[in-house]
Structures are given as C-alpha cells and as structure tokens.
C-alpha cells in the first residue's frame, strides 16, 4: 500500500546499484531447503523439484477458525463471501463524524461466551479475545475440541499467532489514564494486554501448549508470516502442531486517525459498500478491517496417527523484504517477484501449475498494480489463473488480513467456488488477470497461492493445495 506522501522520507536511489544484476534473484526461504530450484534471469524457465514426500516433513491444515465482521463461523464467512455481500459500513463504535474516514469493517455482536470467562473477558483487548476464540474454533474444526485436546503431545504443540498493532485499546485507555489521572490509575493489565506476542502467550497457556510460542509484527504480512515459521518448526521437527495466524483489533479512534493521518484510507463516506474496489480505476485507499484467522498445522504423519480432518496441504511459502521504502512498494516487483518465485521453490510446483491467486489488493491506487506488474513477472500467461480481492468485501484487516485470506483460500480449494472481487465498475487495463469480477465462478484450484505485503516493505507468500496421500 502507498501512503505518507507528504513525508520527506524517500526511496534511496537503488537502481545504480543493481543494472548489472539479473532481473530476478533466486532468493531463498529461511526453512528446511530441498532439491535446488533453477531459475533463469527471465524467469521465462523453471525447473522445479517435486513436492515434500516424508509425511513428517508434509504439513497440512485439519482445521480453521475466525472472527470476522461475518461472523465467527467459518462456513458462514465463506457463504457470504460467494454471495458477493459487503461487510463494510458507517462506524458506530465510537463517534467518528469529525474523521475524514467514517467507516469500516466494523465487528458487531461479537461474543466469547463458551470459549474465556467472563472476568477474562472483560478485562482482555478485543485483540486478544479475537485470537483466543478464533484459535479455539480451529481446535474444534480439527477434532480438538475439550477432552480430545488431550490426545496429542502436548509438549509439542505450539502456537504463533501475530497482530501488526498489539492491545491498541489497552493502550490507548492507558495513555488516556495517565495524561487525565495520573499514574496510579493505569491498569496493571497494560503492559501485558498491549504487547504483541500476548495473544500466543494466552492460548498457549489456556491450553497447556508448551512447544514453540511467539508472535510475529509484520505489519500487513503478519499471518503470512506466522504460517510460514509453524510450518518451518514443523519440518524441522521441533513441534507436531501448531496453532498459527494474524489477529487485529485497530478500529478505535487513535487506529483510524492513525491511518487517516497517512493518507492511505478511502474517503468514499457517501457510498462505504463501494470503497474497497481493488484494481479499479477509481479506488482512493484502502478500508480498514478487523478481526483473526487461525489454522490448524499438522505434520502429515502426526494428523494420520490421530486420524484427523485433512482439509487442505500446505505447501511452502517465503518471507522477504523490498528494502526499499516505508509504506511504497517497489515500482519494479523485485522483492514481490522474488518472493513468489522463492515460495514456489519452496513448494515444489513451477508457475504453471498455480490456477488461483488470492491477492493482497488493497484498493490502494500504487499498491494494486505494482502487485499485478510483479506477479506478471512470474506467471507469463494470465490464462487459466483466477485472481480475486478478499478485501473489496470485508476490507483490510492488517495483521489478520492474512490469516481470513488463507481461510478463503482453503475454501476455495475445498468447495471449488472462488469468490468475486466486488465493486469492478472500471477495471484497469493492465491486470490483464481474471478477477472474478462481481460474481462467484466455479474454479478447480490445482495450487494457489496467498499474498500478503506490509509497511516496511515485508513480503510474504505461501501456497496451498487440495490434499493427496
């Protein structure tokens, strides 16, 4: 996304130091490495290797949970998704009529009855109380739920769940309490409900998970991010499940002056439903969302022992950065492409064999087509490829933008529906890409991939598939 315009931070000249490189780098993830990946400077040609085969090494999702501004049911975020229904409209959570912004995908009538306490609850930042119910739904969706929890190894078990904000409301009440109060009337609950890495540290502790536990601040990248390290914990050995996603809870005064004062949220006050038109030539910024997206990792051996629900399978992914500039990305797809590429390599599949593409798309006017320009550097035909924006219905939830996308792209996988990418009046040109423009199409997603790219220039990719012993 592009934002701070008026700043006087600006992209170091870069390119000098780069016109006698090759166009793409072959950058590598961090994880378990494979058979060598080969890729031209072109990247007109790719060897690929094959897929993982060692059912420890084999990691696939048994089940998923939500909070979303459809709800906190996975079936019925879908179902809503393929309707082409907006979950955008006019925030009444707290006055916003002096804001140039006045809307959002406002969460209303959620309820953590059944899954925190009620002394808990009250006292918790909905960013964490959005993790925690969302990471106990995909316990339940996995067959963990209750005393089933207690058939796996727990000892081995982790959980790394991120936010790009933390505990803002804790925070901002906190703040507010000191300049009005004085000291003494903070909360001994403000520390550790603002810090990031508390939504891990509460599930892990309300389900005595005691294997890897940690959070990931990534900003929009967050989930993306935390997908891609369980997975690598898993392949490595270190855990046999883990709990991993985004949370994000930022619709709250200072979350929306915050982004306002970035210039980066659409104005389009008088039609909210509308503002979040991704690829279209009259998209001014993104709306802001909210909510968490939690999957179940599993290595392939230890869901069979236990005879799990085998969903889908993840892939690979990778991480990387455009080392270039706050909040622009790069006009020349290079840390988007390479990251791609180096996901792909990680998966074993070549470009030709993804037919599905959940885009990150934003609605931002840069964003949306540097993201396109660097896909088209990989994928050399649009042909056969559905590309389409969760965001144009439920808005871009940061953190956990990531984790209600992978969920989306898990159902497309299963049902063989992708949802449209709503709000298309005046498509531009150049996406080329078949957005599922409007209306649902029936698709048959061989593997697809997940974007996800966040200020700071963090990219992140992973790529899924439907499961095959």
Request: charged share 20%; net charge neutral; aromatic share 8%.
């Amino acid at each position: 996304m592009e934002a701070m315009q008026s700043l006087s931070f600006r992209p170091s000249p870069l390119d000098p130091l780069r016109k006698n490189m090759p166009q793409f780098t072959n950058v590598r993830s961090l994880g378990a490495k494979r058979v060598p990946f080969i890729i031209s400077a072109s990247a007109s040609t790719v060897s690929a290797p094959k897929r993982e085969k060692d059912p420890k090494k084999r990691v696939v999702i048994t089940g998923t949970g939500l909070v979303s501004v459809f709800g906190n049911d996975v079936d019925t975020y879908y179902e809503k998704l393929l309707a082409g229904e907006s979950g955008i409209s006019l925030i009444d959570r707290f006055d916003a009529s002096k804001f140039p912004t006045r809307f959002g995908g406002q969460i209303r009538g959620f309820t953590s009855e059944g899954y925190i306490d009620g002394k808990n609850d009250r006292r918790l930042d909905d960013c964490l109380r959005y993790a925690i119910v969302a990471g106990k739904k995909a316990l339940e969706n996995a067959d963990l739920g209750g005393d089933r929890l207690e058939k796996i190894d727990k000892e081995r078990a982790g959980v790394l769940v991120g936010t790009g904000m933390g505990g803002l409301t804790v925070f901002s009440d906190g703040v507010q309490n000191l300049i009005e109060k004085g000291h003494r009337k903070i909360t001994p609950f403000f520390i550790p409900y603002a810090i990031t890495n508390m939504g891990s540290a509460l599930l892990g502790i309300d389900l005595g998970f005691m294997g890897p536990n940690y959070s990931i601040s990534t900003a929009c990248a967050t989930s993306n991010y935390c997908f891609y390290a369980a997975a690598n914990h898993i392949r490595r050995g270190e855990a046999d499940l883990m709990l991993a996603g985004g949370t994000e809870a930022a619709m709250i005064p200072i979350g929306l002056g915050g982004f306002v004062a970035c210039r980066a949220l659409s104005q389009r006050n008088d039609d909210p439903q509308t503002a979040s038109r991704p690829w279209d030539k009259d998209r001014d910024g993104f709306v802001m969302g909210e909510g968490a997206g939690i999957l179940v990792m599993e290595s392939l051996e230890h869901a069979m022992k236990r005879g799990a629900p085998i969903i889908a399978e993840y892939l690979g992914g990778a991480v990387n950065c455009d080392a270039y500039h706050m909040t622009d990305p790069r006009a020349d797809g290079l840390g988007v492409s390479s990251c791609i590429l180096s996901t792909l390599e990680d998966a074993g599949v070549s470009p030709e064999e993804v037919n599905y593409i959940n885009a990150h798309a934003t609605s931002t006017i840069v964003g949306d087509l540097a993201e396109i320009n660097a896909v088209k550097k990989v994928f050399k035909t649009t042909s056969g490829i559905k590309m389409n924006a969760t965001k144009s219905m439920i808005g871009h939830c940061l953190g956990a933008a990531g984790g209600l996308e992978a969920i989306a792209t898990i159902k497309a996988i299963t049902t063989g529906w992708v949802h449209p990418s709503i709000n298309q009046f005046n498509p531009e040109p150049s996406v080329e890409f078949d957005t599922v423009p409007n209306k649902k199409q029936q698709h048959e997603v061989n593997v697809a991939i997940s974007n996800s790219f966040g200020f700071g220039g963090h990219n992140s990719v992973v790529a899924f598939s439907a499961f095959k012993p």
